[in-house]
């Protein structure tokens, strides 16, 4: 479907074509791995990923990304003292405060020309194929259950989607001449994942994929996103009965709005001074997730099982804690010479997954950004604000 040198593809580059041999490779085991979405750990994989690329990549560091990795560090080690204090388990401890992990880890890819939009997009067109390749099969043969209803191929789709969902923006952001089959098939994955989130991702990326402020591209752009919203309602009704009441997120909602009804304005901007778990109450009403209760075995449980990262970040960090990621996130993608219409992008793929899972917390979503804060084309989508030398990535 595109024709393409490797060399081209990979820019001379080692790491380049091992990354790409190594993320293939992940997910076709994902493929042949027919009862589940991934035989092999691949969350742990893909942290492993990030911090390979993070040390290759730690030379000639920017200094916005400094400030921001300063901050993050001393949060972490200010949250770390309370945490020792009140003898909080340190996997809840680094569980609740993995996005800011990341923030450390990403800083390395501000500013730097790693990810060239050839490479972005041929390990689209991969990864797209093997994704479709499990999510029909999954479908059609019922292997089991879960599969069935909710393919994956590298973890739950909910997760996964962002990836996926970064890589057809960015694969498509200089090159127009596949975008409709790109976006098609991309649309036909999320369809099949049955995932609700991922529907919510697919109307951010149509949306900011094709709207354009002229006569023509606000009539057609708008009939899609009807279409596609349309879409997506009958799915939520078709899930929940037309109740929308049974939705679970719905009962984590109502348990947050429990726990922080006696809170002052102020903690709302803060959060929770030291990582707090929920009452006991709530951990009870909640015991069907108790595979998510806390690491100490006790019976606690914390924000983690609300499941939805927008109410986390808010009950452990506060809405400073959620705006310091929006604006890492936003400055990352800026200095990288993009425009602000795809910080707008990365916005809303990111905040579409907290409504319902992890989204800043997910190394899915970390890896999105590296590539995202890495990127660049000779013809793309420049900033008149940003610019950034070329750096050669390591060979």
């Excluded at 092999?40 to 000639?60: C, G, N, Q, R």
């Excluded at 390395?108 to 499990?134: A, E, M, Q, W």
């Excluded at 043969?141 to 970064?166: I, K, W, Y």
């Excluded at 999105?368 to 000779?378: R, W």
Aim: glycine share 6%; aromatic share 20%; hydrophobic share 55%.
């Amino acid at each position: 479907m595109v024709s393409v040198s490797l060399s081209k593809v990979f820019c001379g580059s080692s790491t380049l074509k091992t990354l790409w041999v190594t993320l293939t490779a992940l997910a076709v085991v994902g493929v042949f791995s027919l009862y589940e979405s991934n035989v092999l750990p691949v969350v742990t994989i893909f942290e492993v990923i990030l911090i390979v690329l993070s040390l290759l990549f730690i030379s000639k560091l920017s200094l916005l990304g400094v400030v921001f990795s300063l901050f993050s560090f001393l949060y972490i080690l200010f949250s770390s003292a309370l945490a020792l204090y009140y003898d909080v388990n340190y996997l809840d401890f680094i569980q609740a405060y993995k996005a800011f992990f990341y923030v450390l880890v990403l800083l390395p890819f501000f500013g730097k020309n790693i990810f060239h939009s050839d490479f972005v997009r041929f390990l689209y067109i991969t990864i797209l194929l093997l994704f479709l390749t499990k999510y029909s099969y999954s479908i059609a043969f019922n292997f089991t259950d879960r599969m069935g209803s909710r393919p994956g191929l590298f973890a739950e789709n909910n997760f996964e989607l962002v990836f996926l969902a970064f890589l057809y923006y960015f694969a498509t952001l200089d090159n127009i001449k596949y975008k409709n089959i790109f976006f098609a098939l991309f649309a036909l994955v999320v369809i099949m994942s049955g995932s609700r989130s991922g529907l919510g991702i697919l109307l951010v990326s149509f949306y900011f994929s094709y709207f354009r402020f002229n006569l023509l591209g606000i009539i057609t752009s708008s009939i899609g996103l009807l279409i596609l919203f349309g879409f997506v309602l009958y799915f939520f009704m078709v899930r929940t009965d037309g109740q929308f009441y049974n939705i679970d997120r719905f009962k984590f909602l109502s348990i947050w709005l429990y726990e922080t009804s006696s809170w002052e304005w102020w903690r709302y901007l803060i959060g929770n001074a030291s990582l707090t778990p929920l009452s006991s109450e709530s951990c009870s009403t909640l015991s069907y997730w108790s595979s998510l209760f806390s690491f100490s075995g006790d019976g606690s449980c914390y924000s983690v099982i609300l499941h939805s990262y927008i109410l986390r970040v808010v009950f452990d960090h506060g809405v400073l804690g959620l705006v310091f990621l929006l604006a890492f996130s936003a400055c990352g993608v800026l200095i990288s010479g993009l425009k602000f219409r795809s910080v707008l992008f990365v916005w809303g793929v990111l905040l579409a997954s907290a409504l319902s899972v992890s989204s800043f917390n997910s190394v899915f979503s970390a890896i999105s950004l590296a590539i995202a804060f890495g990127y660049y084309s000779k013809s793309g989508d420049s900033s008149v604000f940003f610019r950034k030398s070329a750096l050669k990535s390591p060979a």
